[in-house]
Structure formats: structure tokens, C-alpha cells
Nanobody, 123 residues
Framework: QVQLVESGGGLVQAGGSLRLSCAAS????????MGWFRQAPGKEREFVAA????????YYADSVKGRFTISRDNAKNTYYLQMNSLKPADTAVYYC????????????????WGQGTQVTVSS
């Protein structure tokens, strides 16, 4: 069992940066690949980024590639999403998720989800 709690969301101007954190509880956190998803009002939840359980492999949606960086610190049971050069189109609720299947862009691969944190980018 893994429980996930996001933090770090907020309001930022376009071009600014935020770092989201996802704190995980559970002894087997280090064996899970982790992902970030987001959901804007009226839209489906979409994949943002994923990282393997070792941290050695990462995967990004084209819309965030080069601007966002996913990382993890297994010693702290925490992983992160550094978001730079933010755009109004990045406005959404961001969710962290864990999967035992290997890092994936598919919503259906993830077993555990956090409650979400709001990111708002003003123009």
C-alpha cells in the first residue's frame, strides 16, 4: 500500500517556475515507478511525466519536454516535478501516481493516486 500527498502548487505568472513534491508512505515506495498527471477544467486527465523506480529513466509528454523535470529521492520517499517556463496552458490540478508495472504514460497503469494540487499560471 502506498499513500501519496502532493504539495507545492500555487499561482505563478507565465514564464515562472514551481516545484511540486509528492511524499509517499509505504515501505515499498522505492519499487514503484512514479508519474505526474494533470487535469484542467472540462478536460480529461493527461500524462505529464514519469520516472522509473531507480530514477534512471524518465519520460515526458511532448507539451512539457524541455520545460519540466521529474526526479526522485528514494531515501526521502519523495519525488518532484520541477516546472519552468510555465504557460497558462499548464494550468490544471496536478496529481502524482505510483505504478508497479514500470513507468508508463497510461492512466490505467497506475495503482495509487494523490489528492492533487492546483497550479494556476496567469498570463
Amino acid at each position: 500500500q502506498v499513500q501519496l500527498v502532493e504539495s507545492g502548487g500555487g499561482l505563478v505568472q507565465a514564464g515562472g517556475s514551481l516545484r511540486l513534491s509528492c511524499a509517499a508512505s509505504g515501505r515499498t515506495f522505492h519499487s514503484y515507478a512514479m508519474g505526474w498527471f494533470r487535469q484542467a477544467p472540462g478536460k480529461e486527465r493527461e500524462f505529464v511525466a514519469a520516472i522509473s523506480w531507480t530514477g534512471g529513466s524518465t519520460y515526458y509528454a511532448d507539451s512539457v519536454k524541455g520545460r519540466f523535470t521529474i526526479s526522485r529521492d528514494n531515501a526521502k520517499n519523495t519525488y518532484y516535478l520541477q516546472m519552468n517556463s510555465l504557460k497558462p496552458a499548464d494550468t490544471a490540478v496536478y496529481y502524482c501516481a505510483a505504478t508497479s508495472l514500470g513507468y508508463s504514460s497510461s492512466y490505467y497503469s497506475y495503482d495509487y493516486w494523490g489528492q492533487g494540487t492546483q497550479v494556476t499560471v496567469s498570463s
